[in-house]
């Protein structure tokens, strides 16, 4: 199964396919995985559900057919479009791939299991169509009856679905997340698109509702330093002796930092602090650097993404050279680049940040740097806590903003509910909560949806929704002014949870639009809580469960008058002047002093047992 064995496109692309498979004639095999890296790299796209029904019954029949050998070699490549095989059934009339699995004999934990002593060739073909959102009653556990290298393939390409799009998908990633301590470290194929799969999945677990769901981080960070070192890329030699200087380099390798992107948006004061004591490099993809950025550091180095590892290693060698005293990682996890390199020992301190609002468990990791409000238990941290007061939270002002005047209803028929949530966020729970509310509110609800996707997953996410939440407007991708536009239209803004927002609240409140949120314990959870306080939104707008967060709801559905009062409150918030700031704004400390203190005491906070460092400790 070769993808250089299918021959030319010329065409239609699905016709193609089609001809190959229903004439059984060669490279089908081949064509599929062409086809499917197509659709997962955007270079194919299907219109509609007719296109994707084509598509997926070919696909099907192409992998049932006893002449079309899988070997465990192309399960390798197979696991890597499993996310875009799952959207393609999920976009197309067939919904789902079970049909499939039950012909192939796998019906139930049992016989999925027992197919790797039976008919390794069925187990291969099974393990490549099993999908998150399966129906059949398939444990996840099935996935440990074959040897560590596919399971370790099989449970990433699972964890790193999306969207998930039932409740029964939400439950066997839950139960994926209950069985990582079973996971064993397997060597992963030595390609770039494995390192993104391994990233994809490390990231992703965060979206489940487990409290110990990150506890399958420390073996894929074992699988990931395994295949650094592997590849030649190495901790840095650093001196027995750690050197102190006046002004020492502090190395921020930034997975995102364009202007357009909101962590600029976060970090950007962070940043004008920590100048004015440390010499500031940044290490970035070459994609995210424009004038804005640049203006933010001393010196630029730009790692440039291939199809191959080089790049890699000399982004590792470029840190090396640089010899920094500090390695600031506002996220880990966002870019396939940043969980593998922060598995290695570069720098004396290495530090993190809320960019992607999770603890990493990389031993290298130092230190998680962020507010006090985001922390509800200190014990779903790997790193040393150093916590900055609420009140220091400073974003800096997006180059590309423009003011967008709110557009508050007096009456609202319908009311338009706000979900400017990223696809990952708007999980079936959720979704079944959104059903809940809609059911008992008294008026006629209409969601606007913004998930931040395009392609197939944007087909997958209209279809879903349009079964889930009908009437529903899934918008696709884009630009942030518009954006705004499109939620000034709106007059509620229902968060998201376990993953909440933060960025998206600030929008919705400077827009004049309450938000009604949930709070939890991890980082992620407690964005839209810490934010709403600081800026005096009523208490009962935050909710500790599912029963108080719909009585908010409704309570702000169903009464225009406080409705439209909250909204004023929020619009008279003046959000521009107390959150924002710019080159121009009169700079706080609490970033930079906190940092300093890092570097000037490190030794000794490192032999203490203490493991949260507020202000007044630091003091």
Excluded at 130 to 143: G, K, V
Excluded at 187 to 198: G, I, K, M, N
Aim: charged residues 25%; aromatic residues 8%.
């Amino acid at each position: 199964m070769n993808p250089a064995d299918a021959p030319r496109e010329d065409g239609d692309a699905v016709a193609a396919f089609e001809e190959l498979v229903y004439r059984r004639r060669p490279g089908a095999g081949g064509r599929l995985l062409k086809l499917l890296f197509a659709l997962a790299t955007g270079k194919l796209k299907l219109e509609d559900e007719t296109a994707a029904t084509r598509l997926a019954a070919a696909a099907g029949a192409c992998l049932l057919d006893g002449g079309m050998r899988v070997t465990e070699r192309d399960f390798e490549r197979l696991a890597l479009v499993g996310r875009t095989l799952d959207n393609l059934f999920a976009a197309s009339a067939l919904r789902t791939s079970d049909h499939l699995l039950a012909a192939l004999g796998a019906r139930d934990t049992a016989s999925f299991a027992r197919l790797w002593q039976a008919d390794r060739q069925a187990f291969v073909k099974a393990l490549t169509l099993l999908s998150i959102d399966s129906r059949l009653p398939i444990d996840a556990e099935a996935l440990f009856a074959t040897e560590p290298r596919l399971t370790l393939l099989a449970y990433l390409s699972l964890l790193s679905a999306k969207p998930i799009t039932s409740l029964e998908g939400h439950a066997r990633r839950e139960r994926l997340l209950e069985l990582a301590p079973r996971l064993q470290p397997a060597e992963l194929p030595r390609t770039l698109d494995h390192l993104v799969l391994l990233s994809s999945g490390w990231m992703l677990c965060s979206y489940g509702e487990r409290r110990d769901k990150h506890r399958v981080k420390p073996t894929l960070n074992r699988v990931l330093r395994a295949w650094m070192l592997a590849g030649g890329m190495s901790d840095a030699e650093l001196p027995a002796k750690r050197r102190v200087v006046e002004r020492p380099t502090l190395l921020v390798a930034a997975e995102i930092m364009h202007s357009n992107h909101v962590q600029y948006r976060y970090f950007g004061q962070y940043l004008r602090q920590l100048r004015t004591r440390f010499r500031l490099v940044l290490l970035t993809e070459d994609n995210q650097i424009d004038e804005h950025v640049r203006a933010l550091y001393d010196e630029v180095h730009s790692y440039q993404r291939s199809t191959d590892t080089l790049t890699l290693g000399e982004a590792v060698a470029t840190v090396k050279r640089l010899a920094p005293d500090l390695i600031f990682w506002p996220s880990v996890g966002m870019r396939h680049w940043g969980p593998a390199m922060a598995n290695l020992r570069l720098a004396p301190i290495q530090f993190t940040g809320l960019g992607h609002s999770a603890s990493t468990f990389c031993d290298p990791i130092d230190y998680y740097l962020t507010e006090q409000g985001y922390v509800g238990d200190a014990a779903l941290f790997s790193e040393r806590l150093v916590l900055l007061p609420d009140a220091s939270l400073v974003f800096e002002r997006s180059p590309h903003y423009k003011p967008v005047a709110p557009q508050i209803r007096a009456r609202a028929a319908p009311l338009r509910v706000a979900l400017p949530s990223n696809l990952l966020k708007l999980n079936p729970g959720f979704i079944a909560v959104l059903r809940r509310i809609r059911e008992a509110a008294k008026r006629p609800l209409e969601f606007h949806v913004f998930p931040n996707v395009t392609g197939l997953e944007l087909l997958a996410t209209r279809r879903t929704l349009a079964r889930e939440l009908p009437g529903a407007r899934v918008f696709q991708t884009m630009a942030y002014n518009p954006y705004l536009q499109r939620l000034s239209a709106c007059d509620l803004n229902l968060s998201p949870f376990p993953f909440g927002g933060l960025h998206s609240v600030v929008d919705s409140l400077r827009q004049g639009i309450p938000v009604v949120a949930m709070e939890g314990l991890e980082p992620h959870a407690r964005t839209d809580a810490m934010l709403l306080r600081r800026l005096g939104m009523p208490a009962w707008l935050v909710c500790a469960d599912v029963e108080a967060y719909v009585a908010a709801a409704l309570r702000v559905i169903d009464d225009d008058a406080l409705r439209v009062d909250l909204s004023r409150r929020a619009a008279a918030l003046d959000i521009d002047r107390v959150l924002y700031g710019d080159a121009a704004t009169p700079l706080r400390s609490e970033v930079v002093d906190a940092v300093w203190w890092m570097y000037r005491n490190h030794e000794a906070i490192q032999a203490s047992p203490q493991r949260v460092y507020k202000l007044e400790d630091r003091r």
